[in-house]
């Protein structure tokens, strides 16, 4: 094994460690952890995985790709929990510390440069916290660092396959939290963004004036939504 590669996976470890280590330990925290959890926690009891619900409603305020991944996560232990919820934030946090360093080599050609970049990164206060909350910010993030790396490896190399994770970054990173992606376009023949999903425009979209749901510890699931 080369000696970047062994970094590179001992950056992935420690940074897998720091951002784990406890996330079982807290309930989820309103107003989002929770929302998202249950949208998450009724596409698995409902079964329907294209139109996400929270409390029997609709919920179109975000893209899908997050509560995808959650319910994945959760799918082990039957129902969504701390752990599940948060997981995909954990692993996005993780990668992109790897695209850091190894994007980081590229463009400034010194190992020790790229080695201190990641460490700065994963021990970042507000990265670290992020890493460990169950939003969307961290996915993004590592959507759009896989979208960088990508594309200055097809600037290097001219190697077409390199497009071909640039725009998977690029269509993951929409249907993580870029909301004009689900809005009906003005140039429909693009092709960059998906135009199937029910997405009214802001000035018809109705918006609930009920409070944002809250957390609370129950005997039976651990956390609720209300």
């Keep these: 094994m080369s000696t970047e590669r062994a970094r590179l996976y001992l950056l992935l ?3 897998a460690v720091l951002f784990s280590a406890g996330i079982r330990q807290y309930d989820l925290w309103s107003p989002d952890e929770p929302r998202f959890a249950q949208a998450a926690r009724e596409m698995i009891q ?34 969504v929990n701390e752990f599940g919820a948060r997981m995909p934030s ?3 946090g993780v990668a992109t510390v790897g695209l850091t360093y190894l994007l980081a080599l590229r463009v400034l050609k010194d ?14 206060l507000r990265f670290w916290w992020q890493a460990r ?20 490896r ?30 009906p376009w003005p ?7 998906p135009r199937a999903w029910p997405w009214p425009e802001p ?20 956390w609720s939504t209300g």
Aim: proline share 8%; net charge positive.
């Design 13 to 15: 470890a420690v940074s």
């Design 46 to 79: 409902r079964g329907d995985y294209l139109a996400p619900h929270v409390n029997a409603q609709p919920y179109m305020e975000k893209p899908p790709l997050l509560f995808w991944l959650m319910a994945l996560c959760s799918a082990p232990f039957g129902d």
């Design 90 to 92: 954990v692993a996005a």
């Design 111 to 124: 190992t020790r440069l790229a080695l201190w970049a990641a460490i700065i990164l994963m021990t970042n």
């Design 133 to 152: 909350f169950g939003q969307i910010d961290m996915l993004l993030t590592a959507c759009m660092t896989a979208g960088l790396y990508a594309l200055w």
């Design 154 to 183: 097809f600037d290097e190399e001219r190697d077409r396959r390199w497009l071909f994770l640039l725009y998977g970054a690029v269509a993951a990173g929409a249907r993580t939290g870029w909301r004009a992606c689900w809005r």
């Design 187 to 193: 140039w429909p023949r693009s092709g960059m963004c």
């Design 203 to 222: 000035s018809s979209r109705p918006r609930s004036k009920a409070s944002p749901p809250t957390c609370s510890a129950t005997p039976s699931d651990g």
